[in-house]
């Protein structure tokens, strides 16, 4: 058994793009430990997005091995990877991907259902994240009432309502307005620890990235 919660050996993804085969990950090895919060900096088209892709079990094409708690997620077919996933991970991506027609609890709440939390439990875990956000009185506003960071701070509270062992997050503030991207991830960040968590988040950003435990640089397809 490994004790980390995420663990990448030689992780390789490759593109065709126009007849040209362009190596995008080149040989990723990482170890996230319980609890750890790692800044994944690099410039745009770094590959950023294809490493948490791939640590995120959303897409096949990887070569090399990724290991979720232990677990060897390449040698897993769809319902386990499913599972896995649900189990272990939770997502904020730059752009928020609420659920139009419902509200911000429900939003936080759905998912938990997904999971088997009884309905109880999901409305109070909602309601307790959402209010720790700040959005204690945006409860049954829909997405298209709150302003861009309430948003995003209904999308953190998602990721975190099922207490997964890892966030996974992509620029979750990039599309926010400085004072705003550095509230809310200050926020995310206390969330996180509170819940004893590890992360991996994406920035291009140096100055978030410092407020993190540890940085990891992606530079011409491997860490730095
Ligand atoms: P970042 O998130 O760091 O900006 P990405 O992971 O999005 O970088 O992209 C890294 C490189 O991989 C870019 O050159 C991009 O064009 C290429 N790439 C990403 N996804 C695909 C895809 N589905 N098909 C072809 N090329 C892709
Ligand atoms: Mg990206």
Redesign the pocket.
Same mark, same amino acid.
Do not use: C
């Given at each position: 058994m490994s004790d980390s919660v995420v663990r990448l050996k030689s992780l390789t993804r490759s593109?065709?793009?126009g007849g040209v085969r362009?190596d995008?990950l080149r040989g990723i090895d990482l170890d996230v430990r319980p609890g750890e919060i790692v800044a994944l900096l #690099?410039? &745009?088209?770094? #590959?950023? &997005?294809?490493?948490l892709?791939a640590v995120g079990l959303l897409e096949g094409g990887f070569g090399g091995r990724i290991e979720i708690a232990g677990n060897d997620a390449s040698r897993l077919s769809g319902d386990d990877r499913t599972r896995l996933r649900r189990d272990h991970l939770g997502f904020v991506y730059q752009f928020h991907h609420l659920l139009a027609d419902f509200t911000a609890q429900e939003n936080v709440v759905l998912p938990l259902l997904v999971a088997s939390v009884s309905r109880a439990d999901a409305d109070e875990r909602a309601k307790s994240l959402l209010s720790a956000l700040g959005l204690g009185q945006r409860l049954e506003h829909r997405p298209s009432q709150l302003s861009g960071g309430e948003q995003q701070r209904v999308a953190v509270a998602r990721a975190l309502a099922n207490r997964p062992h890892l966030v996974l997050a992509?620029?979750p503030t990039g599309n926010l307005d400085e004072a705003t991207a550095d509230k809310v991830l200050e926020q995310f960040l206390e969330l996180v620890r509170g819940q004893g968590s590890a992360a991996l988040i994406?920035t291009?950003n140096e100055r978030l990235a410092q407020r993190m435990d540890r940085v990891v640089r992606?530079h011409e397809g491997i860490l730095i």
């Open positions: 593109f065709e793009q362009i995008v #690099g410039p &745009s088209g770094s #590959g950023k &997005s294809t490493m892709q992509d620029e994406a291009h992606l």
